[in-house]
């Protein structure tokens, strides 16, 4: 079928292939729904064009518009959420709220500063820095006059340190006053 309707018919040409367009529409889309729904939106935005609009090839265009809108519902309900995964949200639990867990990360907790304790003052306040401040290697080698080297040195065994106390933390409890010699 040719298309040498005049521009300003628009929408008649939309009205009169409206079935040829859904039909190609739910073959490219493999959805009857979607094409339908794209059909809907397509005779909207048709019927709001102004009627002086010059279009070489209308029914061409007015079936890319078609797409156009199919494909943006389907970026759209893409990003949404479905039935079942809202249904696993709000049955999932939290948690943050179960006491073994709140009991367990208190205990870690606890481990690590009895190991931090351990350390040295300077390598307590250069992992301290590092770690939880996020301060620069280059500037706590500069506050200690040290080089980088040996900060980065210090800061190593600062964790394999604290990592073996937490280590041991989930075997065998051992005594909060025992202290750790392997530092020195």
Known sequence: ?????????????????????????????????????AMQEAFLKVNDMPSSSSIQQPAAYLFRVAVNIAEDQRR???????????????????????????AQG??????FRRALRQLPERTQQML???????????????????????????????????GKALQAQEGPARDAGEEDESWR
């Open 128 to 162: 301290l820095a590092a770690r939880v401040h996020d301060v620069p290697h280059a500037e706590i080698a500069r506050r200690y006059g040290v080089s980088e080297r040996i900060v980065s040195k210090e800061l190593k065994r600062a964790l394999a340190h604290c």
């Open 76 to 102: 759209r309900d893409s990003r949404l959420l479905t039935g079942v995964e809202i249904i696993e949200l709000v049955g999932a639990t939290d948690e943050t709220e179960d006491p073994a867990r709140i």
């Open 1 to 37: 079928m040719r298309d040498d309707k005049p521009a300003g018919s628009l929408r008649a040409l939309f009205l009169e292939r409206y079935n040829d367009f859904r039909s190609q529409l739910k073959r490219r889309l493999g959805s009857d729904d979607l094409a339908h729904d």
């Open 106 to 111: 208190r205990s870690q907790i606890d481990a």
